[in-house]
């Protein structure tokens, strides 16, 4: 089974600092991972996704996430963040890729940015 | 493109009626997908379809729910009778799934269901 642990509920940071968000993942077989954000009364939009290859992946707004097999782990991290960037931001996990089956979420963390 | 389409976008009912969630997944989309989400328990996988035919409802938490996709555009999700428990946001989310291929889900805006 799988399962997504975010360690961190809540992440408050002053704006223009960096940022990371924790991600912790168990499975069994081959993993994909993603990052979503979501927005106060909003769907969930993709930030990014590691499928395969480069353990670096970029995302959108300037957001980037390293796979880690070996910690089983998939933190987001970015540079220097705006006060837009306050959300909650899901980690999950998917058996194959997310076309075919369901994400298995984590609990979420959510970003507060301070001016 | 229009993006997934859920309605309504908040309900409120009384404990005891009967509620239908709808989604019109995105054009061309042969995966859809309904979730939970709520403080206590966080986002939640309820039931899948591929191809309009369910694939695993083990998330559905009791009898009281039930979905159905009838064609390629069109999903509900139902519940009767509602309870106070069952309040949460409902979301859809849609991709398109073939073998070898990975594909983003994207998410409609939710619905948010207050059962009294």
């Known amino acids: 089974a799988q399962s997504v642990t975010q360690l961190d509920s809540q992440v408050p940071v002053f704006e223009e600092a960096p940022v990371e968000l924790r991600c912790n993942y168990s499975s069994s077989v081959s993993v994909y991972l993603f990052w979503y954000v979501q927005y106060p009364n909003q769907g969930l939009q993709l930030l990014l996704k590691y499928l395969s290859g480069s353990t670096l992946v970029k995302g959108i707004n300037g957001f980037e996430a390293e796979f880690n097999k070996s910690q089983t782990s998939f933190h987001l991290r970015k540079p220097s963040v705006h006060i837009s960037d306050t959300a909650e931001y899901f980690c999950a996990v998917s058996d194959s890729g997310g076309g075919a089956d369901g994400l298995t979420f984590g609990k979420g963390t959510h970003l507060i940015i301070q001016p | 493109d229009a993006g997934v389409i859920q309605s309504p976008r908040h309900e409120v009912t009384e404990m005891g009626q009967e509620v239908t969630l709808r989604c019109k997944p995105i054009?061309?989309?042969?995966?859809l997908f309904w979730y939970r989400q709520t403080m206590m328990r966080g986002l939640e996988l309820l039931i899948y379809?591929?191809?309009?035919?369910?694939?695993?409802d083990s998330g559905m938490p009791e009898d009281r729910f039930s979905a159905k996709m009838p064609n390629a555009s069109f999903s509900t999700l139902k519940i009767q009778p509602s309870e106070p428990r069952d309040s949460a946001v409902y979301f859809c989310?849609?991709?398109?799934?073939?073998?070898?291929?990975?594909?983003?889900?994207?998410f409609g805006p939710g619905t948010r269901l207050l059962v009294l």
């Open positions: 379809f591929n191809n309009n035919v369910p694939i695993d």
């Open positions: 989310a849609s991709s398109f799934w073939a073998t070898g291929r990975t594909e983003t889900q994207y």
């Open positions: 054009s061309g989309h042969n995966s």
